[in-house]
């Protein structure tokens, strides 16, 4: 089944410490992105990702970190997560063949404290 | 800058009528133009998108969009709302296959 995993699905943690959100697609799509969602603020791009080796900047990167190195993953690290960080999380990939479909996964809930 | 405004952040209707949830997006260059919904609890599904193709774009469940350039708008209707269309519904842009760009969301109810 094609899909986007994101693990773990819920976590609680404290101030400072690190944490990894991991996203993985099985589409092989080339365009990967990190979303948080607040209320009232619709969704947010963090971090994007073009290919392997290859990311960006949303619009709201800071305080996080992601990389690349395999094309199916997409980690989103929080080196010192704050409680500002406290968010629901979405990844998504999408296909580079000029039709910009999103494909998003199921979400992680983060509490910071 | 890119920006995206959904007008409405909550709109009720009662099932059986028209809905109509309005996008408005400011762009320096033609963009890419999408509806997601998002159930309780669910993640974001694609109901429908414009690529530069025809302006009038149908999509799942009954919704359609039309993208009016000269008025910047995209906005989703559909003519007889159904108690399973309650949801958010988030209007997106894309400029160049680089970034996306959301709006804030615009949650509908649906009334018996």
């Known amino acids: 089944e094609a899909q986007v995993t994101q693990n773990p699905r819920y976590l609680i943690t404290v101030t400072g410490k690190k944490l990894t959100v991991t996203c993985s697609q099985n589409m092989n799509h080339e365009y990967m992105s990190w979303y948080r969602q607040d209320p009232g603020l619709g969704l947010r791009q963090i971090y994007y990702s073009m290919n392997v080796e290859v990311t960006d900047k949303g619009d709201v990167p800071e305080g996080y970190k992601v990389s690349r190195k395999e094309k199916r993953n997409f980690p989103l690290i929080l080196e010192s997560p704050s409680p500002n960080q406290t968010s629901l999380y979405f990844c998504a990939s999408t296909p580079l063949d000029g039709q910009e479909t999103q494909y998003f996964g199921p979400g992680t809930r983060l509490l910071v404290l | 800058a890119q920006s995206v405004t959904q007008l409405d952040s909550h709109v009720s209707v009662s099932e059986g009528t028209p809905v109509l949830l309005r996008c408005n997006y400011s762009s320096s260059y033609s963009p890419s133009l999408f509806w997601y919904v998002q159930h309780p609890n669910k993640g974001l599904q694609l109901l429908l998108k414009?690529?530069?193709?025809?302006?009038l774009v149908k999509g799942i469940n009954g919704f359609e969009a039309e993208f009016k350039k000269s008025e910047t708008s995209f906005h989703l209707t559909k003519p007889s709302a159904h108690m399973s269309d309650a949801a958010e519904y988030f209007c997106?842009?894309?400029?160049?296959?680089?970034?996306?760009?959301f709006g804030s969301g615009t949650k509908l109810n649906v009334k018996p």
């Open positions: 414009y690529t530069s193709a025809a302006t």
């Open positions: 997106v842009v894309s400029f160049n296959f680089n970034k996306f760009y």
